[in-house]
């Protein structure tokens, strides 16, 4: 099964405090959390979440 990450935004103003990230097997080996934007504001100033 793929991975699941939460993923924080760290904008300031941002109301939103995490969000999951569900992947299917298509995603290619590269991609990371720089690769999203926040699903509420849209900014890009998102962090990995180490559960």
């Given at each position: 099964?793929?991975?699941?990450?939460?993923?924080?935004?760290?904008?300031?103003?941002?109301?939103?405090?995490?969000?999951?990230?569900?992947?299917?097997?298509d995603?290619?080996?590269?991609?990371?959390?720089?690769?999203?934007?926040?699903?509420?504001?849209?900014?890009?100033?998102?962090?990995l979440?180490?559960?």
């Open positions: 099964m793929p991975a699941t990450k939460e993923v924080k935004c760290e904008h300031p103003e941002c109301a939103l405090d995490m969000f999951e990230n569900h992947y299917t097997y995603v290619p080996d590269d991609h990371s959390v720089d690769d999203l934007s926040c699903p509420y504001c849209g900014g890009d100033q998102l962090s979440i180490e559960v």
